[in-house]
């Protein structure tokens, strides 16, 4: 069974581009999350998706982001314009794990990560 | 809010040398507390994991004991191997609600030979 994948695995960009990372989780998993770690810092949450659906965006640091799963298969996270602090590696995240009466429930609760989207912004 | 502070690296041991890789945590509530590893070129897998206080999470050799009293999670390992050499990430998860992991800044291990 293939795992998260995640594509491009490094990205170089210049200040003010455009940068879009995508995201296939593993078939089936209805949850998707993105993590962001800048060099050096903890890894944090950006997004939550829910099939197709939004479920939590706290973590978006702001409006240049822009993160879609549409027919809630695989996700692409954009960032326009990229500045310079935006550089870091963003993981995409799989479970199969279901809410339920406000309760975690279903599935084993393991998140499993793809390998990361390296971006650096010059 | 919920967070988590590690021991900053790198830590460098030789091979079989004893290993220890502080963790403390806040968090309102009960978490469930988790261990991450990646490895060179890979990405972030689960290394090992406890639900509740005093559970003991094991895996590959390393152990964590969930202390809800000093509210740590240290891994430790008896032995290590040059194959160990990774980042390790600490990390809790609110057990009500949707997943949301909470991650320390991790911890580069490096054991030479």
């Known amino acids: 069974e293939a795992g998260v994948t995640q594509f491009p695995s490094h990205s170089v960009i210049e200040k003010g581009q455009t940068v879009t990372l995508r995201c296939d989780p593993i078939?089936?998993?209805?949850?998707l999350y993105w993590y962001r770690r800048v060099m050096g810092k903890e890894i944090k949450f950006l997004l939550h998706?829910?099939?197709?659906?939004?479920?939590?965006e706290s973590g978006m640091p702001n409006n240049r982001f822009l993160a879609e799963r549409t027919g809630g298969t695989y996700s692409t996270l954009k960032v326009q314009p990229a500045e310079l602090e935006d550089s870091g590696v963003y993981f995409c995240a799989s479970s199969s794990r279901v809410l339920a009466r406000g309760l975690l429930a279903g599935g084993t609760g393991e998140l499993f990560f793809g390998e990361g989207s390296r971006l650096t912004v010059l | 809010g919920n967070s988590v502070t590690q021991m900053e690296g790198p830590v460098t041991l030789s091979e079989e040398a004893f290993l220890t890789i502080n963790c403390t945590y806040t968090a309102t509530g009960y978490p469930s507390l988790f261990w991450y590893v990646q490895y060179p070129g890979e990405g972030l897998q689960l290394l090992l994991k406890a639900t509740k206080a005093d559970d003991k999470g094991s895996n590959k050799g390393f152990e964590a004991t969930y202390r809800k009293e000093t509210t740590s999670f240290h891994l430790e390992k008896g032995s290590v191997q040059v194959s160990d050499s990774a980042v390790y990430f600490c990390a809790l998860m609110k057990n009500t609600g949707f997943q949301k992991l909470v991650f320390g800044t991790g911890t580069r291990l490096l054991v030479s030979p």
């Open positions: 998706f829910v099939k197709e659906s939004k479920q939590d």
């Open positions: 078939s089936g998993h209805d949850n």
